[in-house]
């Protein structure tokens, strides 16, 4: 099992800053990847960044590109987001994920099917 606790999330005027913070535990050493999801009101979860384990590279979804950094520390066996020029429609819940299984290919990274173990969730509202 894996374990994973959200923070850093809050309340920022646009064009702010915020980390996320996802501090994993359990079966650290089982994870492939980790993830970072959203949820706005009224919308499915959707991808915004993913952490190959193995390969140490990293996917972003097209709407936080140039924004958006994921990033590692593999002793604190911690994934960060740091989250730059926040946009209102960057408002949700900032869900942390953690897969386990091998994926087949890197688009299937942002799949939430692909991820078995997620954190609670953390706020990130972003207005003017």
């Known amino acids: 099992q894996v374990q994973l606790v959200e923070s850093g999330g809050g309340l920022v005027q646009a064009g702010g800053s915020l980390r996320l913070s996802c501090a994993a535990s359990g079966s650290i050493f089982s994870i492939s990847a980790m993830a970072w999801f959203r949820q706005a009101p009224g919308k499915e979860r959707e991808f915004v960044s993913a952490?190959?384990?193995?390969?140490?590279?990293?996917v972003y979804a097209d709407p936080v590109k140039g924004r958006f950094t994921i990033s590692r520390d593999t002793a604190k066996n911690t994934v960060y987001l740091e989250m730059n020029s926040l946009k209102p429609e960057d408002t949700g819940v900032y869900y942390c994920a953690a897969a386990v299984a091998r994926f087949p290919s890197m688009t299937s990274f942002t799949w939430r099917s692909s991820y078995a173990y997620w954190g609670q969730g953390t706020q990130v509202t972003a207005s003017w």
């Open positions: 952490s190959l384990w193995r390969a140490g590279t990293s």
